[in-house]
């Protein structure tokens, strides 16, 4: 199986793209190197993955149709894993222009580009910001998702909606998964967990906004990459689903998990709620059980363990090629 993973040089499609390499699918990632967060992460990520195997890099931006289109002749995919868009809520109120613009405008170029070369399954990554502030817990995709709190929020929910008008008028076999609050080994630098890490590693304040009780579904990547993995065999005509541990931790919980993790105090800042931010994350999983045969194994603490392993290890490894 041909599988193009856009957003390819990022965390998830680290992660998904060793499991597919264990699965001798043929993989091309496609990435455009932004800014977002440094780059040369992004570059060590595929370097460590084309170090493991074959892997193509097409280097694109999903903005460029022209250049999409050439990625499309060369490798004609037969999955395309949908990762790339720029992320964050509270980033989002700064520049909703162009997270607009990538996260919608993009994905239309690469539903075109698919349903042309009728690529067999298209998984779009959505995010569990499209629940807004829900107050129902936990979760259901059945759950009215019309009233998002923030620009990132509502482009994930448009793409969703794009994504169904292709599924219905071209037949096109489309999921899209809600995932909620990945974290694991390589994750971005500006995510809180990584961020509290680095924070705490520097002896700085964290930043904690609001009383610290709100709740988070964290859910570990390789979970994320097993409900990826099982979508992509299912390849559904058109679904929604959520990925999550469906478990909640707050902040505070967090935070003293990390301490116990890192061997490491916090030093907290409270601060006012922050506009956009959603009080709770809770995954309604029993869709994804039942259709895609998802089956989160991995514990918060587990998870927190192996995060704190990798990031002593990142930071020992920086240390030493100084």
């Not at 999983?285 to 995060?307: M, T, V």
Request: with cysteine; aromatic share 10%.
């Amino acid at each position: 199986m041909r599988v193009l993973i856009t957003g390819g040089a990022g965390f998830i499609a680290y992660h998904l793209a060793s499991a597919l390499m264990n699965k001798q699918a043929d993989i091309s990632l496609l990435d455009n190197f932004n800014d977002f967060y440094d780059p040369e992460i992004k570059r060590r990520n595929v370097r460590d993955l084309q170090a493991k195997g074959s892997v193509q890099l097409h280097i694109a931006d999903i903005l460029d149709r022209d250049r999409l289109r050439q990625v499309f002749e060369e490798i004609r995919p037969d999955a395309i894993v949908h990762l790339a868009a720029w992320a964050g809520v509270r980033p989002s109120l700064e520049r909703p222009e162009i997270y607009s613009s990538v996260n919608v405008t993009g994905t239309v170029n690469l539903l075109e580009l698919a349903k042309q070369f009728s690529t067999r399954c298209f998984i779009f990554g959505s995010s569990s910001s499209v629940y807004g502030g829900n107050t129902k817990v936990p979760f259901s995709e059945d759950d009215p998702v019309d009233k998002p709190v923030s620009p990132y929020a509502a482009t994930k929910k448009a793409g969703e909606l794009l994504c169904h008008t292709y599924a219905h008028n071209y037949s096109m076999h489309i999921t899209c998964l809600r995932f909620f609050t990945v974290y694991g080994p390589r994750q971005r630098p500006e995510m809180a967990i990584h961020k509290f890490a680095q924070l705490m590693h520097e002896g700085k304040e964290i930043p904690v906004f609001g009383a610290g009780d709100s709740r988070r579904d964290y859910t570990y990547v390789e979970d994320i990459v097993s409900g990826i993995l099982g979508a992509i065999e299912a390849n559904l005509p058109y679904e929604i689903l959520n990925l999550g541990e469906s478990q909640t931790t707050t902040l505070l919980e967090l935070i003293k998990q990390m301490e116990d993790a890192l061997g490491l105090k916090a030093k907290l800042r409270f601060l006012p709620n922050q506009p956009g931010d959603m009080e709770v994350t809770y995954a309604d999983i029993s869709r994804a059980r039942r259709l895609i045969g998802y089956n989160p194994q991995k514990p918060f603490k587990e998870g927190i363990r192996l995060f704190a392993d990798w990031f002593k290890g990142s930071r020992q490894s920086v240390t030493g090629s100084r």
